[in-house]
């Protein structure tokens, strides 16, 4: 007598588990890298708002037979508008509105502006006034970004040069951006 044997075509419950597994660790990746991610393009964002900023300084230097001292009040910093300055919108890639300061170096020094590194647990913060989304940014007159922190970060150095200036803010996550006039990037 022969016997009617069908092979039963299917998957085993080993290999269903191990499919979903592989997929788990790979929605795992995703889920842990995204942030990352995002977080990488709006600062790539903010590093171009700095850059239209510095572009911007150097236009009305240009229009102001090269003075800039008079963006800087005396005894206080100017406060300017960061939709003339940086962007039509003047918000950050966050959404929330830039706060752009401009001092003269010796001025900023004397406010109390702290680094990175000098005051580690203010690492969102440049004065007190500053919000945790890193949105405000300094225009530093008579300064060049030729200095690091004790993080390796750039920061403004005094600079005997009349024109110069540097814009300096934050990154998101941590991390300082500063540009000098002239230059093309960080220092």
């Not at 660790?25 to 964002?45: E, G």
């Amino acid at each position: 007598m022969k016997k009617n044997i069908k092979n039963k075509r299917g998957f085993t419950i080993i290999e269903v588990v191990l499919v979903l597994a592989i997929a788990g660790l790979i929605f795992l990746m995703v889920f842990i890298a995204l942030p990352a991610l995002q977080r990488s393009q709006r600062n790539t964002q903010r590093r171009d708002d700095y850059s239209m900023l510095v572009t911007a300084v150097n236009s009305y230097m240009s229009s102001n037979n090269g003075k800039i001292s008079n963006l800087v009040k005396t005894n206080n910093p100017a406060k300017l508008d960061p939709k003339r300055w940086i962007n039509a919108n003047g918000e950050d890639p966050n959404g929330n509105p830039y706060e752009v300061k401009a001092y003269s170096y010796d001025k900023w020094k004397q406010a109390g502006e702290t680094t990175p590194g000098e005051n580690i647990d203010e690492t969102a913060r440049i004065d007190g006034s500053m919000s945790s989304t890193g949105s405000q940014v300094f225009i530093i007159i008579q300064a060049n970004c030729h200095d690091t922190d004790l993080n390796g970060d750039p920061k403004p150095k005094k600079d005997s040069a009349i024109r110069s200036f540097a814009v300096y803010g934050y990154l998101e996550g941590g991390g300082y951006f500063c540009q000098e006039s002239g230059s093309n990037g960080d220092a």
